[in-house]
């Protein structure tokens, strides 16, 4: 979700969310969020993370393999567009 919100952003290349993608099947990692979770439910979850601040979500988003940074100003339709992509 995190590579996916970078590259959507403009804050890393597409061939960078490509490449960690693949190094996560290669490890039998998941790649995608199983049919039917609801969007809702997982945005309370991660309302529920440390990171965040003010009621706002912080993301941890990269500008490419290993240059990761704090984001707060993600919008969250970008994060539900992006989690109903992951499915």
Known sequence: LAARLSAR???SADTDTTRLRD??????LPTSIPGGTNADALLAVMRLDKKNAGGRLRLILWRGVGRAEIAETVDESAIRAELSAAR
């Open 9 to 11: 952003s403009g804050m």
């Open 23 to 28: 190094l996560l099947i290669r490890f039998g």
